[in-house]
């Protein structure tokens, strides 16, 4: 792997990112869909919410933009149950 013209270099142990690199996650493609079922649904506003590895999504078809949250500590997500007005949503994830 070569890196990008202009990149910082990588720690020694070539692990960890440099301290200068700040991520910030801009968009989900795709969803889990293998081997969980029933884990996408439609908000009261008509936003489509679903799940991404340790990532609850919200998708606002209207605007094409996405709210993420990451209120798990990193284990998948694996369930998603929605109060029947819509307005509510529970996520659970899964273990090691």
Same mark, same amino acid.
């Given at each position: 792997?070569?890196?990008?013209?202009?990149?910082?270099?990588?720690?020694?142990?070539?692990?960890?990112?440099? *301290?200068?690199?700040?991520? $910030?996650?801009? #968009?989900?493609? &795709? =969803?889990?869909?293998?081997?969980?079922?029933?884990?996408?649904?439609?908000?009261?506003?008509?936003?489509?919410?679903?799940?991404?590895?340790?990532?609850?999504?919200?998708? *606002?078809?209207?605007?094409? $933009?996405?709210? #993420?949250?990451? &209120? =798990?500590?990193?284990?998948?997500?694996?369930?998603?149950?929605?109060?029947?007005?819509?307005?509510?949503?529970?996520?659970?994830?899964?273990?090691?």
């Amino acid at each position: 792997v070569v890196p990008p013209t202009g990149a910082p270099s990588a720690t020694p142990t070539g692990l960890e990112p440099p *301290d200068s690199v700040d991520l $910030e996650l801009e #968009f989900v493609y &795709g =969803h889990r869909s293998e081997d969980v079922r029933n884990n996408v649904r439609y908000s009261a506003l008509g936003n489509i919410i679903y799940f991404g590895a340790a990532v609850g999504i919200v998708y *606002d078809k209207a605007h094409h $933009e996405q709210l #993420f949250y990451f &209120g =798990h500590d990193g284990h998948p997500i694996i369930s998603l149950a929605m109060h029947p007005e819509g307005k509510y949503v529970a996520t659970g994830e899964g273990s090691v």
